[in-house]
C-alpha cells in the first residue's frame, strides 16, 4: 500500500476554514493540510478555464504532500473544476486517490429541510452562473424549485472584518430582498460560499423565522465521516494524530491574522511559493 496521509481542504481563500472547522469538531482524530491560494483569489468571477487550471493544480500539489483525499471546500472550484478533474484528470494522473466538493452534501439534505419545496442559494458570480446547485438538486429532487442569488460583496465584507457592522445591512438586505423577489415560496436558503457563515446572524436579521438558512460546513463534515466509513480503504490511507497544517500562496502573516476571524484560534501558516 502507498504511504498515508493527511486530508487536504482546499480553498481559493479563506472561506474554507469553516468548512474545516466543522470537519475537526466532527473529526478531530484525523490530520488536516489546509491551502488557500490567497495570492489568486478571488475565485469567484473567473472563468470556468482558470478555476480549474488552479484548483487542478492545488490537487497535484496536495498529492505531493502525501494526501490521497482532497476536499474542494470552495463552492466556485466545486461549481466549475470537480467534475472534469474526478472524470478526466484523477484516472489519468491518480486513479486511486479521490477529490470531493461542497455541492452535493449540502443537496442531498435539502429536501428534508424545505417545506414549501422552493430552494433559494446565495453564492458568489461565479457559483450562481455555473448552476451546480440547480443542476444537482435537480438530479436529486427534481420535484424542488431552485433560484439563486449572486452577492459579490459578501466576501469582502467578511475579509475586511465589516459582516458584523452596520454597514453591511444594505448588502445582505439588497440582495435577500432579490431573492425573495424572484420567488416568494423560498423557505430554504442555502449559504453557497463558505464565506457566508460569517454572516449568517445578519442574514437572519432580514428574514422570516420561518426560513431555514443552512449553512454547508456540517453537512460536509457529515458527508465526508459517511464517505470514510464506506470507503475503508480510503480511511487505512489517512494519518490520525489530531494535527492541521496551514498553507498559504500570499503572506503567512496575513493568513494568520484572518484566518483567526473564521477559526477562533490562533494558528502559524506557511508560505508556498508555486502550485504548478
Known amino acids: 500500500m502507498s504511504k498515508v496521509g493527511a486530508i487536504g481542504i482546499f480553498d481559493s481563500g479563506y472561506g474554507g476554514l469553516t468548512v474545516l472547522s466543522e470537519i475537526k469538531a466532527l473529526m478531530p482524530e484525523y490530520d488536516y493540510i489546509y491551502l488557500g491560494d490567497n495570492a489568486r483569489t478571488p475565485y469567484g468571477n473567473r472563468s470556468f478555464e482558470v478555476v480549474y487550471e488552479f484548483t487542478l493544480e492545488a490537487v497535484k500539489w496536495f498529492f505531493a504532500q502525501g494526501c490521497h483525499l ?3 471546500a470552495c463552492n466556485t472550484a466545486s461549481a466549475k473544476a470537480l467534475r472534469t478533474i474526478q ?4 484516472p489519468k494522473i491518480a ?3 479521490r477529490v470531493l466538493g461542497v455541492i452535493r452534501p449540502t443537496t442531498e439534505c435539502v429536501e428534508t429541510l424545505s417545506q414549501t ?3 433559494g442559494i446565495l453564492g458568489t458570480e461565479g457559483t450562481i452562473q455555473s448552476k451546480s446547485y440547480e443542476i444537482e438538486i435537480g438530479k ?4 424542488l424549485t431552485v433560484t439563486g442569488e449572486a452577492c459579490p460583496m459578501w466576501v469582502p465584507l467578511v475579509e475586511n472584518k465589516e459582516y458584523n457592522k452596520p454597514g453591511a445591512d444594505y448588502f445582505v438586505q439588497q440582495h435577500l430582498n432579490r431573492l425573495l423577489e424572484k420567488d416568494s415560496k423560498i423557505d430554504t436558503i442555502i449559504l453557497g460560499c ?3 457563515p460569517l454572516l449568517i446572524n445578519k442574514i437572519k436579521e432580514f428574514l422570516p423565522e420561518s426560513i431555514n438558512v443552512i449553512s454547508q460546513g456540517k453537512y460536509v463534515a457529515e458527508s465526508l465521516k459517511n464517505y470514510l466509513h464506506r470507503h475503508p480503504e ?3 490511507k489517512c494519518t490520525k494524530n489530531g494535527t492541521v497544517k496551514y498553507f498559504t500562496t500570499e503572506s503567512p502573516e496575513k493568513f494568520k491574522q484572518l484566518a483567526s476571524l473564521f477559526l477562533n484560534e490562533e494558528i502559524e501558516a506557511e508560505k508556498v511559493n508555486e502550485l504548478a
Not at 472524470?87 to 484523477?90: G, S
Not at 436529486?140 to 420535484?143: I, T, V
Request: negative net charge.
Open 140 to 143: 436529486l429532487h427534481p420535484q
Open 234 to 236: 480510503m480511511d487505512k
Open 95 to 97: 486513479p486511486e486517490k
Open 117 to 119: 419545496q422552493h430552494i
Open 87 to 90: 472524470q478526466v484528470d484523477l
Open 194 to 196: 463558505t464565506h457566508y
Open 70 to 72: 482532497v476536499i474542494l
